[in-house]
């Protein structure tokens, strides 16, 4: 049991082939309710205009990076409880740390595959739920 077919997902990154990728990954798993944002400001701006059940949001982009999405995120109480994972190149030890430590709920490195893609949503949503 995971995320409903149904859940609304945002993918915030800067490159438009990763964004086809998740989009595509996700569309295997059976979710096709997936917005798309160019970096952490549209990110952020897309998610006070509509609630999302889920982000996957990339570290290294322009205007604002991921990590301080995420921090805006948590600091805001409407967004606070939206599931975040990050999905970056940044394999660092202390950067998975950082991720964690500003409220990811997971971390994806990439490439990755729509198992990897389900195993993390799954064990996210169980942290959510409980």
């Known amino acids: ?12 990154d800067d490159t438009g082939t990763m964004k086809k990728i998740i989009k595509s ?10 917005d798309e944002a160019e970096n952490g ?8 205009q ?3 059940d889920l982000v996957f949001l990339d570290w290294n982009m322009p205007e604002m990076d991921g990590i301080t999405l995420l921090q ?6 409407q967004l606070k409880d939206i599931p975040v994972i990050m999905v970056t190149a940044e ?6 740390l950082l991720a964690i430590q500003s409220g990811a709920n997971n971390y994806i490195v990439k ?9 993390k ?3 996210v949503w169980q942290q959510i739920k409980g």
């Open 1 to 12: 049991m995971g995320f409903p077919a149904n859940s609304k997902i945002l993918t915030v």
């Open 25 to 34: 990954l996700l569309a295997q798993l059976g979710y096709n309710n997936v």
């Open 41 to 48: 400001k549209d990110g952020l701006y897309k998610l006070k």
């Open 50 to 52: 509509s609630k999302y």
């Open 72 to 77: 805006e995120i948590r600091k805001d109480p």
């Open 91 to 96: 394999a660092k030890k202390e950067n998975v």
């Open 111 to 119: 490439p990755f595959t729509a198992e990897t893609l389900k195993e």
């Open 121 to 123: 949503m799954d064990k």
